[in-house]
């Protein structure tokens, strides 16, 4: 296992708010693409509330997932694909909160290889193998998502210089 300290050096953390507007773009982004989408895949555990505010927005009722498991709160591991999806996704959308190295969505583009895969974030290893997202963050940025984290006192990046 790769400790999240070895590969991340920033931390962009991201709110609820944040992460409704950035959700609510790319469903703007989607609607242009296509109108009459089947349905939605969802990655979980991330993409359940990406999924959840573009289905909304979008209009679609019907929600599938893909269960894989890589992440501890802070290590990457080994994957493991806890529910399979048996579609080949066309004229669905798959949708997650990021793609990071594209480890895990090398094995779902694999396994729903026509749907029209979505995130918010993605960096550079892993932007290749989605279709649409909406804001690129650097490889070595640790994304911190409103649900893996709470509200408290920061010290301010200047003094955090001095530590390196």
Same mark, same amino acid.
């Given at each position: $296992?790769?400790?999240?300290?070895?590969?991340?050096? +920033?931390?962009? #953390?991201? /709110?609820?708010? =944040?992460?409704?507007?950035?959700? +609510?773009?790319?469903?703007? *982004?989607?609607?242009?693409? =296509?109108?009459?989408?089947?349905?939605?895949?969802?990655?979980?555990?991330?993409?359940?509330?990406?999924?959840?505010?573009?289905?909304?927005?979008?209009?679609?009722?019907? @929600?599938?997932? %893909?269960?894989?498991?890589?992440?501890?709160?802070?290590?990457?591991? =080994?994957?493991?694909?806890? &529910?399979?999806?048996?579609? /080949?996704?066309?004229?669905?959308?798959?949708?997650?909160?990021?793609?990071?190295?594209? +480890?895990?969505?090398? @094995?779902? *583009?694999? $396994? @729903?290889?026509?749907?029209?895969?979505?995130?918010?974030?993605? &960096?550079?290893?892993? *932007?290749?193998?989605?279709?649409?997202?909406?804001?690129? %963050?650097? =490889?070595?940025?640790?994304?911190?998502?409103?649900?893996?984290?709470? /509200?408290?006192? %920061?010290? #301010? @990046?200047?003094?955090? +210089?001095?530590?390196?």
């Amino acid at each position: $296992m790769t400790d999240k300290s070895d590969r991340y050096i +920033k931390t962009y #953390p991201i /709110s609820w708010e =944040q992460l409704h507007r950035d959700a +609510k773009a790319l469903a703007w *982004r989607l609607l242009d693409q =296509q109108e009459n989408w089947k349905g939605i895949i969802a990655i979980t555990r991330g993409g359940l509330v990406p999924a959840a505010i573009i289905a909304r927005e979008l209009d679609i009722h019907l @929600i599938d997932t %893909v269960c894989v498991s890589s992440y501890t709160w802070k290590d990457q591991g =080994q994957l493991s694909v806890i &529910k399979a999806v048996e579609n /080949s996704g066309e004229g669905w959308l798959l949708i997650d909160d990021l793609v990071d190295t594209g +480890k895990t969505a090398g @094995i779902v *583009r694999k $396994m @729903i290889p026509k749907a029209h895969f979505a995130t918010i974030y993605a &960096k550079p290893a892993g *932007r290749p193998i989605v279709d649409t997202f909406i804001t690129e %963050v650097s =490889q070595d940025t640790w994304i911190l998502f409103p649900w893996d984290s709470e /509200s408290r006192f %920061v010290r #301010p @990046i200047v003094g955090l +210089k001095s530590e390196r």
